[in-house]
């Protein structure tokens, strides 16, 4: 079992609506991480969490908007995504920032926009 | 920018058989190489890492070599079971310490 928890698991959204995906880790860690993952592909980043601070947005629209309430959860709220958005949201999360800390990555929630 | 090249893209083995899976890498400045494995459903976890100052690494199974004067590093899987049957990822950090760079994956299959 891994030890970041994303919630739901699978969902399914109309072009309209708004959801949020939530993380959560009680590992400790420092830095959070959001990536997206299409079939067959490496995942890609799209946010850096570092305490608590986003510290990069890898030139994200603004339909995707992440939060970060405390140390230990993670949100990435969705508004009018489109259906090219379909994809694995997968979270991240490493003990502290920088890219040569391991990363321990969760499920994912699968995303589905109609 | 970095690039990360990974091959094969997919890799059938018989039970008992061993893997390799190499990746090569465009910037001499990278210092960690991390591999990740992704079964079906799940996020990718990492089995194994290596840092530049070292040229091999094994945990059972498992064990990486890292080339840096051929900027190269190398998975290795003894003994494969039906359980490493999945896909994997090498990554390596770019010049300027701002990502990590994922390479294209490779689907191991492994048969019994």
């Known amino acids: 079992d891994t030890e970041v928890t994303q919630t739901p698991k699978h969902l399914v959204m109309g072009m309209t609506n708004k959801k949020s995906l939530k993380c959560e880790q009680h590992?400790?860690?420092?830095?959070m991480y959001w990536y997206k993952q299409k079939a067959k592909k490496p995942p890609e980043l799209m946010f850096v969490?570092?305490?608590?601070?986003?510290?990069i947005n890898e030139s994200v629209p603004s339909r995707f908007s992440p939060e970060c309430p405390n140390s230990s959860l993670l949100n990435l709220h969705l508004h009018a995504l489109q259906p090219e958005d379909s994809a694995l949201y997968l979270c991240?999360?490493?003990?502290?920032?920088?890219?040569?800390?391991?990363?321990?990555f969760g499920d994912g929630t699968r995303l589905s926009i109609l | 920018g970095e690039n990360v090249e990974q091959h094969p893209s997919t890799l059938s083995v018989q039970e008992g058989d061993s893997a390799v899976i190499k990746c090569t890498y465009s910037?001499?400045?990278?210092?960690?190489f991390p591999w990740y494995k992704q079964e079906l459903g799940k996020g990718p976890q990492l089995i194994i890492d290596?840092?530049?100052?070292?040229g091999e690494k094994k945990d059972q199974r498992i064990a990486v070599t890292l080339n840096k004067t051929a900027k190269h590093f190398s998975l290795h899987i003894t003994e494969t079971q039906p359980e490493d049957s999945a896909v994997y990822f090498c990554?390596?950090?770019?010049?300027?310490?701002?990502?990590?760079?994922f390479g294209k994956g490779t689907t191991l299959s492994v048969s019994s």
């Open positions: 991240a999360s490493s003990q502290e920032s920088g890219w040569d800390k391991p990363q321990h």
């Open positions: 590992m400790g860690h420092r830095a």
């Open positions: 969490y570092s305490y608590e601070k986003l510290s």
């Open positions: 910037d001499s400045a990278s210092n960690y």
């Open positions: 290596i840092r530049s100052n070292v």
């Open positions: 990554a390596a950090i770019n010049q300027a310490g701002t990502a990590l760079i």
